[in-house]
Each structure stands twice: as C-alpha cells, then as structure tokens.
C-alpha cells in the first residue's frame, strides 16, 4: 500500500470514528504513520482529503449498485441489497459512518446512479406488487440505514436475524 493509499485509509478511520470537523490532519498523519507535510503534499488540504475520499465512496458505491443491476428477477435484487448490506464489510462500513456526516445529501443526487437506483428500487417494488411502491421504497432504505445504526452501536457482525427478518418480510 502507497502512502496516499494510507493517508486516506487513516483519514476514513478517522473521520469515521471521531467525525470530519473533530478530526485534525496531525491526528491523521499520527494513524497513518506519516508526517503532516505528507498529507498536504497529496491532498493540499483537509477538504481535499475528504473529497479524495468522496471519490473512493462513490467508486465502490458504483461497484456495488452494478452487482445489484445484474439481476433481472425483483426478488432476486432486494436479496443482494439486503445481503450486501447486513454483510458490509468494516471498509464499507467506514465509508457509510463517514458519508452519514453530511446532513446535506443533495451530492448523492447528483450521482447519476443514485437516481436511477433509486427509481429502480422502485420499480422492484412495482414489480412485486406492493401497494405502495413509493413508501416501501422509504421503508426498505430506513430498514437498510437501521442495519448500519445497528452495527455501529451493537458492533454486531453477525446480523442473521436482521437479513432472515428482511428477507422474510419481503418473501425473497
């Protein structure tokens, strides 16, 4: 692994752990064994090591949701989403406590494929004709986010239940 590469992973920790606004570049530069110099070397600032990480968020988002696209059958996408999400993995889980700090969402949005995996989440539930597609939706991302909450106050890594209750409610 190249400095930069441990920079952003001691940053995510970091940012993850303790939040972006509490977090300084020396408490960064002590995780990842470098000097501070280092990091403004790479990034120039705290905004671009945070922006760097933004980039990394939205690739393996892009990663995922392409895995999620390559079923055709509804029941079969909610089933992936659903084990992707109570199988996260501790980098992914980072990524989420990190993204989780911004209260303004509106960068998701403009991802392309946020909106097009959002509408569709929607069409899956179009699909397997739920009456209300619209708030299942809601609900199934509130079920998703209740996942990650979980996780990061029960540290819990075996979340069985939580997936067999899921899948079970959506009879996938």
Same mark, same amino acid.
């Given at each position: %692994? ?51 990480? %933004? ?109 067999? +209750?899921?899948?079970?409610?959506? +009879?996938?």
């Amino acid at each position: %692994m190249s400095k930069k590469e441990d920079i952003l992973n001691a940053a995510l920790t970091c940012f993850a752990e303790q939040g972006i606004s509490a977090t300084t570049t020396k408490q960064i530069a002590n995780a990842a064994a470098v000097s501070e110099a280092l990091i403004f070397k790479h990034f120039t600032s705290k905004q671009n090591l945070i922006d760097a990480i %933004m980039v990394l968020a939205k690739k393996r988002a892009e990663v995922v949701i392409n895995e999620w696209e390559k079923s055709e059958h509804p029941k079969l996408i909610i089933k992936s989403i659903l084990r992707e999400a109570v199988g996260i993995d501790y980098h992914d889980f980072k990524l989420l406590l990190f993204l989780n700090q911004f209260k303004d969402w509106d960068f998701l949005y403009s991802w392309n494929f946020t909106l097009e995996f959002n509408e569709k989440i929607l069409k899956v539930f179009h699909q397997i004709g739920v009456t209300d597609p619209k708030q299942e939706r809601t609900l199934f991302w509130m079920h998703l986010y209740g996942i990650v909450l979980y996780k990061k106050h029960f540290d819990i890594h075996d979340n069985i239940a939580l997936y067999e +209750q899921l899948t079970s409610k959506y +009879q996938v």
